[in-house]
């Protein structure tokens, strides 16, 4: 019905950590985020909200990633479209590690290509990145990927 609520699911010390909300209708305009207690029940840590827009159309970028060297620096290159939407104040760009969980490694403003060199990856890797356009209330209006990388070791 919109209005606000609180979604409260337990996870264990060595659970797999995530949620998955099946108490949605399309269109939806949400917003989670997790916080963290210790044994007594006090708050020890929170994230910061995640918007998802639910049941509506999302802009598709295309993202191109690839083994690259920059001067004598080498890493991940990743590439990706202009969004289209007219509120986009800047790119976050995501990166999983093998089996990890996803990180944010990069905020990319509008006055900069639309471009991230991930140099904390190298030969032997296998990552999985993608990126989304964020408008100035932290919404996802657009997303590329995911991109999935397997980097072969050098022989």
């Known amino acids: 019905n919109g ?21 949605v209708a399309a269109p939806s305009s949400l ?8 044994r007594r029940g006090r708050l020890t840590g929170r994230s910061v909200p995640v918007r ?3 049941g509506q159309n999302v802009e598709q970028l295309r993202m191109a990633c690839e083994p690259d060297f920059v001067g004598s620096e080498r890493g ?3 590439r990706w479209s202009d969004s289209t939407q007219r509120d986009v104040r800047g790119y976050v760009v995501y990166r999983i590690m093998g089996r990890d969980q996803r ?4 905020r990319v403003g509008l006055n900069v ?3 991230h060199f991930d140099t904390d990856v190298g030969p ?8 989304a356009a964020v408008d100035r209330a932290g919404s996802v209006v657009a997303l590329g990927g995911p991109r999935l990388l397997t ?3 050098a022989g």
Not at 31 to 38: F, G, P, T
Not at 103 to 106: N, S
């Open 3 to 23: 209005s606000p609520r609180e979604l409260v699911t337990t996870v264990g010390a060595n659970a797999r950590l995530g949620y998955f909300d099946t108490d």
């Open 31 to 38: 917003a989670y985020s997790v916080i963290s207690v210790n």
């Open 52 to 54: 998802v827009q639910y």
């Open 76 to 78: 991940v290159l990743c």
């Open 103 to 106: 990180e944010v490694i990069a």
């Open 113 to 115: 290509h639309n471009a």
């Open 124 to 131: 032997g890797s296998t990552v999985t990145y993608s990126v």
């Open 151 to 153: 980097w072969p070791v």
